[in-house]
């Protein structure tokens, strides 16, 4: 039970360039979610997902776009990439708990992204 | 929309003392879930605590404690006999089950040996 995965962990990119990062889990949850840590602002979430096929936005959507066409992978893609882009960017998923407990977010490793 | 607010940037407390790190939120539920995070040099968010606001009693897990105040929208951490391997980034956290997690800005403690 490899939890939560993020390939790659660390990349540079120059302005313009494109690149997806992947998020994989193997606890079978519906819902994931993509958020980017910057110095002194914690986590923000970028995009999300309740389920394979679906997709929403989250607070700071703008230069991204997802998919999850399948249930364990969850793409987040930047298709020109900017220096404002420059973060690290965490993946997640969520175990519900069901009725009486709490629900969990799980969070992998996190990518360090350069964009120069 | 929901606001947290971490209002120490930075801690530092001597190993085997007690720190406290202080948090406040603000929303208009009734029923939510409080997170504390801790993430250490190595990146990784690694869950510390969490406290479900219909619950009056506080959370404990081992040398970590809450103290929650619902109505002053309130829930610090305190960190008993502090070790070295306390040392990180803990971020305070909120959310209403399903949706996402609205974190703090974080406080970086630092344990002086």
């Known amino acids: 039970n490899a939890g939560v995965t993020q390939t790659p962990k660390f990349r540079v990119l120059k302005t313009g360039q494109s690149m997806t990062l992947l998020c994989a889990q193997d606890m079978n949850h519906e819902y994931m979610y993509w958020y980017r840590q910057d110095p002194g602002m914690g986590l923000r979430l970028i995009h999300y997902?309740?389920?394979?096929?679906?997709?929403a936005k989250g607070e700071v959507p703008d230069g991204y776009n997802v998919s999850r066409l399948k249930k364990q992978n969850f793409l987040l893609g930047l298709e020109s990439a900017a220096p404002s882009q420059t973060s690290v960017y965490f993946c997640?998923?969520?175990?519900?708990?069901?009725?009486?407990?709490?629900?969990?977010?799980?969070f992998g490793p996190g990518t360090r992204l350069t964009v120069l | 929309a929901q606001t947290v607010t971490q209002s120490q940037p930075e801690m530092s407390v001597q190993e085997a003392e007690t720190v406290t790190l202080s948090c406040t939120y603000d929303?208009?539920?009734?029923?939510?879930?409080l997170f504390w995070y801790k993430q250490p040099p190595s990146r990784q968010m690694i869950l510390v605590i969490r406290?479900?606001?219909?619950?009056?009693q506080n959370a404990t897990e081992n040398r970590f404690s809450v103290n929650f105040q619902k109505a002053a929208k309130s829930f610090s951490l305190k960190i008993s006999d502090s070790q070295l391997g306390d040392a990180a980034m803990y971020f305070c956290?909120?959310?209403?089950?399903?949706?996402?997690?609205?974190f703090g800005t974080g406080t970086r403690l630092t344990i002086i040996p």
């Open positions: 929303t208009s539920e009734s029923d939510y879930y």
């Open positions: 956290a909120y959310n209403l089950g399903n949706e996402k997690l609205t």
């Open positions: 406290q479900e606001a219909y619950k009056q």
């Open positions: 997902s309740v389920g394979e096929g679906t997709t």
């Open positions: 997640a998923s969520l175990r519900r708990g069901g009725l009486g407990s709490y629900n969990e977010q799980f």
